[in-house]
C-alpha cells in the first residue's frame, strides 16, 4: 500500500463513515430530522466571543428561521456554546451546567480564544 | 361514540393550538422586520423534547407537576363545545357547565406548582409564586365579568350562551368585554402580565427544572390549553360558532388581537400587575355589571 503521508494517515483515522449502518433504521431517521429542525442554544457568553452571538439570533442574521433558538435554562438546551477564554472558576462552572444538560448534547466552542487561548495565548 | 368524539377534539386542539403558536412566531418575527421559522416549528420542538434520551426527575411530585397541568388542560377543553348547537364536538358539555369550567382551569396550574415546588430550583418557586399571585388578581375581573354574562343570557351552559346571542356580547355588553380581555391577555402568558414565564427574567419560571419529556408535556397542554381558552372566550363574547370555518376565524382573530398587545407592550412587575388588575379591569367591569343590570 503506498504510503500518501498526511492525507493516507487521516483516512485510516477516519474509517469509512458511510459503512455505519448502527443509525439507519426509520426511527432513527425521524429522531435526527426532528433533533436537527429544532436546536435549542445556550448562549453561555464565557468570554469577548460573547459579542458575536447576539446578532446572530437577531433580526439580520435570524437564526429562529432555522429553528433554533435560545434556551433560557440548561435543562432545555440541546447545543452550550462556550465563547471565550475559560479560567478555571469559568471552567467549573461550565461543567456544572454541561452536566445538567439531557443527552443527546454538544457543545460548540466559538472562536480562537476557546480553542487554544487565541489571542491570550501567551 | 363519545370516545371517538372526545379524541377528534383533543387532535383538533393541539394541531390547532400549535399552528397558532407558530403563526404566533411568525407574526411577531414580522414585527421585528425578520421572517420566522416554518408554521409547524413548535410541533418539532415539542416532539424533539420527546426523543430526548433522559429527563431528569426529582421525585414522584416532580413527575406529578406536568401530569396533573396537562389533565387540566385536557379537562377543560373536554368541557367545552366547539359548537353552539348539535351534538359532534360537544365532548362532555352535557355533563359540566361553565361552573365546572371555570374550576378545571385554575386545577392545572396549582398542580404544576406542586411540582415545581420539589424540583428545588429558586427560580421555580420563584416563577410560581409570581404565577399564583398574578393568577388570583387575573381572576378577579374575569370572574365578575364571566358570571355577569351568565346571570344576563340566563344560562350557565356554554352552548346556550352562545347561541343566545342575537349581537355579539361582546358589542352589548362592551365594558365586560374589554375587562375580561385584558384579563384574557394575562391568561394567554402575553405582556404586559407575563412575569412568571419570563426567559430573562427568572429563566422561564416553572419551567426551569423541566428537561425533556416533561418540557414536551408542558408544550403540548400549552397549546392545546390556548385552544380551548379562545373557544370559551369566542362561546362567551363573540356569538359561538357553527361551523369550523367560523370556529377558526373567530379564535384566530382574537389570537391575534392578543398577541399584538404582547408584542407591543413591556412587561409589569408582579406587584404593579396586581394593582392594575385589582382595580382597572375590576373596576370596569364592576360599572359594566352596574349598567348591564340597572337599564
Redesign the interface.
Known amino acids: 500500500m503506498e504510503h500518501n503521508g498526511f492525507i493516507q494517515e487521516q483516512k485510516t483515522l477516519e474509517g469509512d463513515l458511510n459503512s455505519d449502518t448502527s443509525h439507519k433504521n426509520s426511527v432513527d431517521f425521524l429522531m435526527n430530522w426532528f433533533r436537527k429542525r429544532s436546536i435549542f442554544v445556550l448562549a453561555y457568553g464565557t468570554g469577548c466571543g460573547a459579542i458575536e452571538m447576539p446578532p446572530t439570533f437577531t433580526s439580520r442574521y435570524d437564526a429562529e428561521r432555522l429553528g433554533i433558538r435560545g434556551a433560557a435554562t440548561p435543562r432545555q438546551a440541546d447545543v452550550i456554546i462556550v465563547s471565550g477564554y475559560c479560567s478555571y472558576k469559568t471552567l467549573r462552572r461550565i461543567i456544572r451546567t454541561y452536566e445538567q444538560m439531557s443527552n443527546p448534547k454538544y457543545l460548540l466552542a466559538l472562536g480562537s480564544c476557546t480553542v487554544n487561548g487565541g489571542m491570550y495565548w501567551d | 361514540m363519545i370516545v371517538i368524539d372526545l379524541l377528534l377534539m383533543l387532535i383538533v386542539a393541539y394541531a390547532v393550538g400549535f399552528l397558532y403558536y407558530g403563526l404566533y412566531?411568525n407574526i411577531t418575527?414580522r414585527f421585528?422586520?425578520?421572517?420566522?421559522?416554518?408554521v409547524w416549528?413548535s410541533f418539532?420542538?415539542s416532539?424533539?423534547f420527546f426523543?430526548?434520551?433522559?429527563?431528569?426527575s426529582h421525585g414522584w411530585m416532580f413527575y406529578l407537576g406536568p401530569v396533573i397541568m396537562t389533565t387540566g388542560a385536557i379537562m377543560t377543553l373536554f368541557f367545552i363545545p366547539f359548537f353552539s348547537s348539535g351534538n359532534s364536538f360537544s365532548g362532555l358539555s352535557a355533563y359540566g357547565n361553565l361552573f365546572v369550567v371555570l374550576y378545571l382551569m385554575v386545577l392545572g396550574p396549582l398542580g404544576n406548582a406542586l411540582g415545581v415546588g420539589t424540583g428545588g430550583s429558586p427560580?421555580g418557586a420563584m416563577g410560581i409564586t409570581r404565577g399564583l399571585t398574578r393568577l388570583f388578581a387575573m381572576e378577579l375581573p374575569f370572574y365578575i365579568a364571566v358570571i355577569a354574562i351568565m346571570s344576563l343570557s340566563g344560562s350557565a351552559d356554554i352552548a346556550a350562551i352562545a347561541s343566545g346571542q342575537t349581537t355579539f356580547n361582546a358589542f352589548s355588553y362592551p365594558l365586560l368585554f374589554i375587562a375580561a380581555l385584558i384579563s384574557f391577555i394575562g391568561m394567554m402568558g402575553q405582556s404586559p402580565f407575563d412575569v412568571p414565564g419570563a426567559?430573562?427574567e427568572v429563566?422561564?419560571g416553572p419551567?426551569?427544572?423541566?428537561?425533556?419529556k416533561f418540557?414536551a408535556l408542558l408544550m403540548s397542554q400549552s397549546a392545546i390549553f390556548t385552544f380551548a381558552k379562545l373557544v370559551l372566550m369566542v362561546h362567551l363574547f363573540l356569538g359561538g360558532a357553527s361551523g369550523f370555518l367560523e370556529l377558526l376565524l373567530k379564535t384566530f382573530v382574537l389570537f391575534i388581537l392578543v398577541i399584538s398587545f404582547g408584542a407591543i407592550y413591556g412587561r409589569f412587575k408582579t406587584p404593579q400587575a396586581v394593582d392594575f388588575l385589582i382595580k382597572v379591569p375590576t373596576g370596569i367591569a364592576v360599572a359594566g355589571l352596574l349598567l348591564a343590570t340597572w337599564s
Open positions: 412566531r418575527a421585528q422586520r425578520r421572517f420566522g421559522p416554518p416549528q418539532i420542538d416532539i424533539k426523543f430526548k434520551e433522559d429527563s431528569i427560580f426567559p430573562v429563566y422561564s419551567a426551569s427544572e423541566f428537561s425533556g418540557l
